[in-house]
């Protein structure tokens, strides 16, 4: 079945990362060179999204015009005859169409997707929350929308995590299909250690059916007192089951800022331009 569409929740204070968010949105925050946020919409982008819905706050409008053209700087790298960057600034805003709704008030990430709604209608689509950068061979959105073609039910990524993570994270109880994909028997969000029932933890790539806009409509504050987007794919889980894919990658969770520099670490070490004599200061420097 064929996703065109997805929904990017980017709307955040990022009290993590204050003070720097006091004016700039968290998702522009940038791993080397790129805001985190260009990695969701280039992994959507090479999944053959052709939408990208941002959810973002109304004074927040860097993050929409990140994805636009920008005429003066083209001019100006034009003049300048710097054809490399302003190819790769016009690759940026041509990359996939992107679209901005509004979140007005912080009632959480399933109050966010709600926000969609109206943009995404009635077809299933993509969520990804730009926290996760996931590298990996193939964009781990792509083979979620094959395994989603195979079940028609919604699909979550999961990866095992340490116990202290639990209480912070979705947790699924798993029932292996396959390799990579388990039913989803039972799902919790941000649950005490105790009460978890594994250590498989959601992680922000999702394909979704339109329903769970229904379930977002009727669900109470869960943890935490906000509208949780895991509460609303337990209620379409139970009507309609719901799968969990175990990705192959590299994950980060650039929502903190030690994520931030170990994914900043990680994609210096994997840059042609740069990996090199990052290797050798590293060598040199024994900073621990
Ligand atoms: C959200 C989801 C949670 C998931 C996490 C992954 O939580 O609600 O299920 O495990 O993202 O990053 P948040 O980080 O918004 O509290």
Redesign the pocket.
């Known amino acids: 079945m064929n996703v065109r569409k997805a929904v990017i929740p980017a709307a955040g204070f990022g009290t993590r990362f204050l003070p720097a968010t006091r004016t700039i949105p968290k998702v522009m925050i940038p791993v080397l060179d790129r805001p985190t946020i260009h990695f969701a919409v280039e992994e959507a982008a090479e999944a053959g999204i052709e939408q990208v819905i941002l959810v973002v706050s109304r004074d927040h409008r860097a993050t929409g015009d990140y994805f636009d053209h920008i005429p003066a700087l083209d001019a100006f790298l034009k003049e300048r005859g710097n054809e490399k960057l302003l190819e790769e600034m016009n690759k940026i805003s041509d990359m996939v169409e992107t679209v901005s709704v509004y979140q007005d008030e912080q009632r959480g990430?399933g109050h966010a997707v709600l926000m969609a709604k109206d943009a995404v209608g009635d077809e299933p689509f993509a969520v990804f929350?730009p926290?996760?950068i996931i590298w990996s061979e193939s964009p781990t959105i792509g083979s979620m929308i094959e395994v989603f073609s195979e079940y028609e039910a919604p699909v979550i990524a999961v990866k095992e995590v340490p116990d202290e993570a639990v209480p912070?994270?979705?947790i699924v109880d798993p029932r292996p299909v396959s390799e990579l994909v388990s039913e989803i028997v039972a799902m919790v969000?941000?649950p005490k250690l105790e009460d978890a029932p594994s250590n498989l933890?959601?992680?922000?790539r999702y394909v979704l059916t339109p329903d769970v806009f229904d379930a977002l409509e009727e669900i109470q504050p869960g943890a935490i007192g906000e509208l949780?987007?895991?509460d609303a794919i337990d209620v379409v889980r139970r009507t309609r089951r719901a799968y969990a894919y175990r990705f192959p990658g590299t994950h980060f969770?650039v929502?903190v800022p030690a994520g931030l520099l170990k994914a900043s670490v990680y994609a210096a070490l994997h840059r042609d331009d740069m990996a090199e004599d990052f290797r050798k200061w590293l060598n040199e420097t024994s900073l621990a």
């Open positions: 990430l929350l926290d996760d912070n994270l979705g969000e941000k933890a959601i992680i922000g949780q987007l895991t969770d929502g």
